[in-house]
């Protein structure tokens, strides 16, 4: 009788190790915890694919300017590295000379228009012959055109900044004679301040309409990210790498006087799916069955804690070779990143929300 007793006993207490799914059991027997899954929500920030590249910052043009007349500097006010507002004076040459082909013009002008008027009373009386009196209009005429280029050989003995420039460098020290188209300084158009970056032949074919591209500049000397507007971009590939030099712009209200050319900026380009069904996925998340892609969604319960998941099937796409692009899936879907094969159909998971220290 106690034989029997004990044999029901260990009947009764080995049947919850039964019903237990061995999957489901710890290697002491105890039920195991949970299991906590990666999820991607379909739709939003995962229906974009989204590159990160290298940018510099660059002006809108480099030039070097130069006198149109030649001379000797006598002042130049141009320091490195200083910033210039469009119509500042820079430099300029001594204008003494300048002023004296003015005065010495305006005293030819007067001689050549007395000659004329004289041979135009003595034509009149045929004194002079026609051809004469033309000779002297003539002549008061390149008078005219004498003191007009004697003015303005004046005006250009001043060089003006003609826009709001950064000075990168003086060419040509101060009080030093200079012949005409001589560069005298250089300085960069910062009028307007843009972001070069380089795109590989490939991403730049696959996604030449600039309507699709969103590009955020991102900087230690912004707080977040700034909007940049596509301006041009070079239609010649780079030597090296097979790119294309892209150039963005930044607005005009964000530019501040740290930013010069050759400053790096990290610029995010980010390009809409053109299926609002589409979600990129990494490539742990999407499962091959019978020529069938299918991905596993997870689908929570009332505490909104844990949940179950199954599998969906969804058609798929790579443009990259890295990621993958799925459709078929409703916006706002759960689905799986990663750890799929360790799971099955039904089974309840909980989300993965980073890991904490106690």
Known sequence: MKQL????????????LVAQDADDLTPSGTPA????VKLIEAGGAASQVQRVFFGKIAALETVDLSF???GRMVMFDAQEGQFLQEGVQIAALDP?????????????????ERDFERSQTLAKSNA????????????????????????????HATLIAPFRALVASRLTPNYANVAPGQ???????????????????????????AADVEFTGTSPLFAGGVPLELREFNAETQSIGQSYRVTLALPSDRVTPKLIPGASMSVTARIA???????????????????QARVMVYTPDETGEQGQVSWVNVDVSSNTGTDIIATGLEPGTLVVGAGTQLLREGDTV????GLSIE
């Open 128 to 155: 002079v012959s026609t051809a004469q009196a033309q000779d002297t209009e003539t002549a008061r005429d390149l008078a005219r055109i004498a003191l007009s280029e004697a003015r303005e050989a004046l005006d």
């Open 5 to 16: 007793i004990s044999v029901l006993l260990c009947a009764t207490l080995a049947t919850p």
């Open 350 to 353: 909980r989300p993965f929300n």
């Open 273 to 291: 799916a053109g299926d609002d069904t589409a979600t990129t996925l990494p490539p742990s998340a999407v499962v091959m069955a019978d020529d």
């Open 96 to 112: 003494v000379p300048f002023e004296r082909a003015v005065q010495r013009a305006e005293v030819q002008l007067t001689q050549a």
């Open 33 to 36: 915890p949970i299991r906590s």
């Open 68 to 70: 149109e007349v030649g």
């Open 183 to 209: 560069a005298i300084v250089r300085l960069h158009d910062m009028s307007e301040v843009r972001v070069e970056i380089d795109v590989p032949e490939q991403m730049f074919q696959m996604y030449s309409n």
